[in-house]
């Protein structure tokens, strides 16, 4: 390590900045954020400091940088477009052992400033001793990505309770667990979720409880939504609280890779049922569930797609609220929306369709579908589990005069490096689907936009082409008469 990092008060501190343009005024934008006291030398500033200036926030020395001007600033900044003018600068500062950063030039900089990803009052300084800046506005990003964005708040939150907390405990140990549990366990969930009122009231009653740090820990279940497969489909949300369970209750139809994303420590348990399993699996479900999170498990229910689009998260939060247990739900892009995406197929569509409704193939006896409703102009009707019931559906289709030429779209596998997608017809659906041979889990849409997707077609899977299929694991999709194929062909 040849730089060390360190995080300089500069609040009320005179800082120097040397240039007026868009660079020098860059250097300022970060510094004020400090409260520093900024001066700039510059015979010329740009309009933006010279607002600065005219509100009293900059002080201006109205010209070129003369030796001894570096005198009484905490840090100085040189930002000018000539080179012998910054070196000046740099030498001036290294003789009065000044801190000083030349803009672009690290071998003239005693000090560079991070990439900076900035919650205050927690703050993430990222940098590569200046050899790769890309990179560390990469990384940058995903920490970015990864930081909840309440967390800055959460850390003042701790910072109020610091004194209580020490006057609560004696030992330096008790302290410690307790930090821990409040940075990882429920006040900090709940303060990350936004309610910070709970969140409040529990810190209150763990500091005033006798048997602090001797308690089960609390559970809560979470009904999370993991969308349609592509991992990078996940809502951050969704990955901190897979990241943070203690057990995961996965679903058939959640990737690998996004259960990658739990803890190595969480136990992973598949729950998921397959389309001919028995009802009674959900109420199992239900009962581990229920079970898990009253042991003081944070639970993750992990389920493809959104748990509220077929998905039986309803049933799973009854359970939890029967069993007077926490619980959160985070919705998932569910397969309807990510397959219609990936296909390029645009759900509704001005002058071609105006509504859409999640339907399922798999038809409730006591809730019959209104076919003709579904199926009007100017509408979109998208099938889930509609792969085996394809043939009940067209049957029906067919019984209420719906148009034999209405375009239809399947897409098996959407999102994924294995996505197929076939264009097909009401009246030729039973047959297309079996000649294609379209298996779980897909999704069927019917409606005049599924053919807008033979024009907006943009993903295919890995990028196959249909001679490489065989290898992939794919099939050759050859379009006809009847049905066109995109996706894999
Ligand atoms: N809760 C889920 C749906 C679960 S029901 C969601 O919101 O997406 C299971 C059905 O979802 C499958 O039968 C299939 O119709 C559909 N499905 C889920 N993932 C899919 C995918 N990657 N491609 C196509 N259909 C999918």
Not at 31 to 42: D, E, F, H, N
């Amino acid at each position: 390590m040849d730089r060390l990092p360190i995080f300089m008060g500069l609040a009320g501190r005179r800082c120097l900045v040397v240039g007026g343009g868009v660079v020098a005024e860059r250097k300022i934008r970060i510094l004020s954020r400090t409260g520093a006291k900024i001066t700039i030398v510059s015979p010329t500033i740009n309009d933006y400091l010279q607002t600065l200036v005219n509100d009293g926030t900059l002080e201006h020395i109205d010209a070129h940088y003369s030796e001894g001007l570096v005198d009484g600033y905490w840090l100085v900044v040189a930002a000018t477009d000539d080179t012998a003018v910054n070196r000046r600068i740099s030498e001036d500062c290294e003789e009065r052992a000044r801190p000083c950063n030349v803009v672009d030039d690290n071998d003239l900089s005693s000090f560079i400033l991070p990439a900076i990803v900035d919650r205050s009052p927690v703050v993430v300084a990222i940098g590569t001793g200046g050899a790769a800046p890309v990179l560390a506005q990469q990384l940058k990003a995903r920490i970015e990505a990864i930081l909840p964005a309440r967390i800055g708040e959460l850390a003042s939150e701790a910072a109020r309770w610091r004194g209580l907390v020490k006057k609560r405990f004696e030992s330096g140990r008790m302290r410690l667990r307790f930090w821990q549990a409040f940075f990882d366990g429920a006040v900090a969930r709940l303060f990350l979720a936004g309610r910070r009122a709970e969140a409040e009231r529990k810190i209150r009653r763990e500091l005033l409880t006798e048997a602090v740090g001797h308690e089960t820990p609390e559970g809560e279940g979470w009904i999370v939504g993991a969308g349609p497969g592509d991992p990078s489909l996940v809502t951050l949300k969704a990955q901190q609280l897979i990241r943070t369970a203690d057990v995961v209750l996965y679903d058939r139809l959640v990737s690998a890779p996004i259960l990658d994303f739990a803890r190595k420590d969480a136990e992973l348990i598949h729950v998921g049922k397959s389309p001919d399993s028995s009802t009674n699996g959900q109420e199992e479900i239900n009962a581990l569930l229920v079970r898990l999170v009253a042991e003081g498990n944070r639970v993750c229910r992990l389920k493809g797609g959104d748990p509220f689009v077929f998905g039986r998260g309803g049933e799973e939060i009854k359970a939890l609220k029967s069993a007077g247990l926490p619980f959160q739900v985070v919705p998932g892009i569910s397969a309807a929306l990510g397959c219609a995406a990936y296909a390029g197929i645009p759900l509704t569509y001005r002058g071609v369709s105006g509504s859409v409704t999640f339907a399922t193939a798999r038809l409730d006896k006591d809730l019959p579908p209104d076919w003709p409703a579904l199926l009007k102009g100017g509408h979109t009707l998208c099938l889930y589990m509609g792969v085996g019931a394809i043939g009940n559906v067209s049957r029906q289709l067919n019984e209420h005069g719906v148009a034999r030429n209405l375009p239809v779209a399947f897409v098996e596998r959407g999102t994924t490096p294995a996505q197929r997608a076939v264009r097909s017809t009401v009246g030729t659906m039973v047959e297309d689907a079996e000649r294609h041979n379209i298996e779980a889990p897909a999704i069927v849409y019917i409606g005049q936009v599924t053919a807008l997707a033979d024009e907006f077609r943009w993903f295919d899977g890995r990028g196959e082409r249909a001679e490489q299929a065989p290898m992939d694991g794919l099939r050759t999709v050859e379009a006809t008469t009847s049905s066109a194929a995109f996706g894999a062909a």
